[in-house]
């Protein structure tokens, strides 16, 4: 049976905030970082194969309900989700709703997850929406999937425009805590990135830091704490390193043998730049909410620069960098900041075909496997395998929060030759 035949008996609703938007709120001006990002609409997915007892034996109605009434009352924190984009300007806030999808999928969850062929995934989110540039609907869209085994999937796709993976994590942990407790007091979303980062008028020469689509293959990598706690420990003992963090040697890893992986199979090492996005709150607030990042990244153009502990040594100096302008920064020095990073970045890299671009962006701290909707912890929790960003790689925890899991999205030959590469393999179980 074909994937799609799988799926059957879709229902859509619209889910609107359970308290009405003030009118003093009805207009959220899109931040100087929202109007740079595309409309990419980011896809996640919660995995839950056995439901707790309390659950176990209720219909499907009323799992749906539960989750349809948590919503409401989550989006009267995040109203932005729940209204309408005008141009790349800002949101109308006139409580449209979001569109929430109820499916039948006819198999058992196992044959989804254990499937080699990993695009059956994403049949747990609406249809042509994880990574689709633009929509006519929702600025956020909800899907759950009822198994035939008893199992269910949540899945959220939220626009780039409104949000980065830090609010959308933000957003899913609260919904979870109101569907546990009704009664749940959350800590207010603010939306006010725009009074930190105003908005630009002059939208044709801003630069476009999300490429258009291509056409790109998926494998996901497994790095048990066993195999992380070597990596670090070649990095310590042949340079002046000391307690690499996890992210740093994953994402240097992955990068160096991508590069070794495709200096095989071209003949000579490509210019690459690796770009690693970086949260910025702190210093910001955590509840602030929108597009809240930077970015650092660092250039390799020799053989002799892609040796590991070189890797990492550059990989933290940048950081370290950017860290520190921020630090430093006044208020009203923040904007410069941010403007001066994108435009160089642009100019020297992103609008520069001479070079391989590498888009690391790191979520392993989101905790997405605590989110608990009152029917236990996920099994799993994954991305959509359809990322049109070649060379897009994310690096998230994995269930027992002791290893991580690396989602890839490259061009078929670079995958082809990444995934047999000896010294990848040796520390990395392919696990998709």
């Not at 035949?5 to 003030?22: A, D, G």
């Not at 609409?41 to 176990?56: D, G, H, I």
């Not at 998926?218 to 310590?236: E, M, P, Q, T, Y």
Request: overall charge neutral; charged content about 20%; glycine content about 4%.
């Amino acid at each position: 049976m074909s994937a799609s035949n799988l799926v059957s008996s879709v229902c859509k609703k619209i889910i609107k905030p359970y308290f009405p938007t003030p009118t003093s709120l009805r207009c959220h001006k899109l931040s100087y970082l929202d109007q740079m990002l595309g409309g990419i609409y980011v896809p996640f997915a919660f995995f839950y194969p056995k439901l707790s007892n309390t659950w176990s034996d209720k219909p499907s109605n009323i799992i749906s309900e539960h989750l349809e009434n948590s919503l409401s009352k989550v989006l009267s924190h995040y109203y932005p989700f729940a209204g309408k984009l005008n141009e790349n300007v800002s949101v109308d806030c006139n409580d449209g709703g979001v569109e929430f999808f109820t499916t039948k999928i006819n198999c058992p969850m196992a044959k989804i997850l254990n499937d080699p062929f990993v695009d059956k995934e994403d049949l747990v989110y609406p249809k042509g929406i994880p990574y689709a540039y633009s929509y006519e609907g929702s600025l956020a869209m909800i899907q759950l999937s009822h198994f035939n085994c008893g199992g269910i999937a949540i899945s959220a796709c939220l626009t780039h425009k409104v949000g980065d993976g830090y609010t959308m994590a933000n957003f899913i942990h609260d919904w979870a805590t109101i569907a546990r407790n009704p009664s749940s007091k959350i800590q207010s979303p603010q939306f006010n990135a725009a009074t930190i980062f105003p908005p630009t008028k002059d939208m044709i020469n801003l630069p476009e830091v999300v490429p258009k689509g291509e056409e790109c293959c998926f494998k996901s990598f497994a790095f048990s704490s066993s195999k992380l706690a070597a990596l670090k420990a070649r990095v310590i003992n042949n340079s002046n390193i000391q307690n690499p963090t996890t992210s740093e040697i994953v994402s240097a890893f992955i990068y160096q043998r991508a590069m070794a992986t495709k200096k095989k199979t071209s003949g000579s090492i490509c210019p690459s730049v690796l770009v690693q996005a970086m949260n910025l709150r702190p210093p910001l607030p955590k509840n602030l909410m929108g597009n809240i990042f930077s970015f650092f990244s660092m250039l390799t153009t020799e053989e002799k620069e892609m040796d590991l502990p070189k890797v990492v040594g550059k990989l933290r100096a940048a950081k370290e960098e950017l860290r520190q302008k921020y630090k430093n920064a006044k208020a009203d020095e923040v904007l410069p900041i941010t403007i001066e990073l994108y435009e160089e970045a642009y100019d020297n890299f992103f609008n520069n075909s001479c070079y391989d671009i590498y888009r690391f962006s790191s979520i392993n701290k989101f905790s997405f496997y605590n989110v608990d909707f009152g029917w236990g912890k996920p099994e799993k929790v994954s991305m959509s395998s359809n990322c049109p960003v070649k060379n897009m790689i994310v690096v998230m925890d994995n269930k027992s929060r002791d290893g991580v899991e690396v989602l890839s999205y490259m061009k078929e030959q670079d995958m082809s030759a990444l995934e047999k590469d000896e010294e990848l393999l040796e520390f990395a179980s392919p696990s998709s």
